[in-house]
């Protein structure tokens, strides 16, 4: 399932953002780039050590905690810290697959890569190309979304990154280890809230609602891993 939350950000918190970002001492981005990757990836980032990612960071994942089309799409255990990269003058990332397992820093502490997130700080009038390209089960998807949207996508996917030929593409990335590893059980569980969800807006006091929502939370407990 590859999905868009939109305004993940609100317009105070992009303006903030963009400014903390663009004072930022951005680096090569092939210092952190595997042996697949070294080869594909033209861009810069910031250190994961750096105050403006540690404080854009923590702005996204209290964002993302507060919101519940995340939340039920993601069904999240453990969020990496957020990374930054910008892509200008041409650059571009090739196709290549995210890699499947990643310690979080300073913690030695290992999480699997289910689901890969991009969140865009530029909106798509301010720079040509850039758009990121996910090959899915049914094809490729183009994705280049509004300023404080964010895709959320398999990690298992084939990605890249089209050269930006004008202007300056700015986005967040970062992986989530999920409750629920398989792709095809996250979704089954994803649409199910959406329709009780959407049968509790419309027939709130049907006794369905309740058993439906026992449903979820059983199937939940049966595949859920912590
Ligand atoms: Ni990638």
């Known amino acids: 399932m590859i999905l868009d939350i ?15 970002l663009e004072a930022a001492a951005w680096v090569d981005g092939k210092t952190t780039a595997g042996h697949q990757a070294v080869h594909a990836k033209d861009n810069l980032q910031l250190p ?5 990612a540690l404080e854009v960071g923590d702005m996204i994942l209290r964002a993302l905690s507060a919101n519940p089309l995340f939340t039920s799409a993601a069904l ?5 810290p957020p990374m930054f990269n910008r892509y200008s003058g041409g ?6 697959v995210d890699g499947s397992v990643r310690v979080i820093p300073g913690t030695g502490h290992r999480i699997r890569t289910d689901l890969s997130c991009t969140l865009f700080f530029a909106g798509p ?26 895709v959320l996508y398999p990690s298992t996917s084939l990605h890249h ?17 999920s409750m629920i590893r398989e792709d095809s ?12 969800q959407r049968l509790a807006a419309e027939q709130p006091t049907h006794a369905s609602v309740v058993q439906l929502t026992g449903v979820y939370h059983n199937l939940l407990r049966q595949w859920a891993e912590m």
């Open 91 to 96: 650059q571009q990332f090739g196709t290549h």
């Open 6 to 20: 939109p305004d993940v950000l609100s317009p105070d918190q992009l303006t903030k953002a963009r400014s903390i």
């Open 125 to 150: 009038d301010e720079y040509d190309g850039g758009e990121l390209i996910i090959e899915d089960t049914y094809g490729a998807k183009s994705v280049k979304l509004p300023a404080g949207h964010m």
């Open 48 to 52: 994961v050590d750096s105050p403006a």
């Open 185 to 196: 059980r996250r979704s089954i569980l994803f649409d199910m809230d959406i329709a009780i």
């Open 161 to 177: 990154v089209k050269p930006v030929t004008r202007g300056a593409r700015l986005c967040s990335f970062f992986w989530l280890q």
């Open 76 to 80: 999240p255990l453990h969020i990496l």
